[in-house]
């Protein structure tokens, strides 16, 4: 997710059509120049050259439930638009939602040159890039709900699976090391501190149960299938523990 201002204005985008390393291109209806969908850059138009990079925004990929159950003002996008039959958004996982198929296949519908063997085509990674530079963490990593705490470009960050187990966030750490509380729940994830203090994993911020004047930022990130990662990042680390 991305913010669409730039140049003060907030200006709207629409999908192209096309493929750039089997990664959609869009297009800004102010200039209409394309953009790289993963990279956020423009790719072809007016902007290039320009040195315009799209804000990536944190997303949560969670359980309706514990949004709801944490966020209960949220309203929800109405899916019944008349463009596209409802039916067309079912669940990932269901064998006739639209991309299961393709979520199920061990390769790519359309050549992407630029490959890596460290993992396979479609393992999926979580992904952070800061300062030119990137690291690509598996998401199994994070299957026994243990944070990994790391470094890159210089930013100390940890990385925390979600208590649903359906995904991960990134937060800046300060200088702390963090664990999982025995005091986290299907609905909350704690982290413990080097000190024994404990810390909320909020949406936006990590916030210090003692003293909640005390915050770490989440921090942008992607999830991705390996593939894509590594087409747009070629230099990128890959984490081991």
Not at 92 to 109: H, I, K, P
Not at 114 to 131: E, H, I, P
């Amino acid at each position: 997710m991305y913010s669409t201002d730039f140049d003060g204005e907030r200006v709207e985008f629409g999908t192209s059509g096309f493929l750039y390393r089997s990664n959609k291109l869009m297009f800004d209806r102010k200039t209409e120049t394309l953009w790289h969908q993963f990279r956020v850059v423009p790719a072809l138009g007016s902007l290039v050259g320009s040195k315009l990079e799209l804000e990536v925004l944190p997303v949560t990929l969670t359980l309706w439930s514990n949004w709801v159950a944490e966020h209960p003002d949220t309203t929800v996008l109405n899916i019944d638009t008349g463009i596209y039959p409802t039916d067309s958004y079912k669940p990932e996982m269901e064998g006739d939602s639209a991309y299961f198929v393709y979520r199920n296949q061990a390769n790519t519908m359309f050549l992407v040159p630029q490959r890596n063997s460290d993992l396979t085509t479609k393992y999926q990674v979580f992904g952070l890039a800061f300062d030119g530079e990137a690291k690509a963490y598996p998401l199994s990593l994070f299957e026994d709900h243990v944070p990994v705490n790391d470094i890159l470009a210089g930013q100390n960050v940890v990385i925390v699976p979600d208590s649903s187990g359906s995904g991960v966030r990134a937060y800046d750490r300060s200088d702390h090391i963090f664990a999982i509380s025995s005091s986290s729940s299907e609905s909350a994830v704690i982290l413990d501190d080097e000190n024994g203090a404990d810390w909320l994993a909020e949406t936006d911020s990590l916030v210090r149960f003692d003293d909640t004047s005390q915050t770490l930022e989440r921090l942008p990130s992607r999830n991705a299938y390996w593939f894509g990662w590594y087409a747009f990042y070629p230099h990128t680390d890959t984490y081991t523990p």
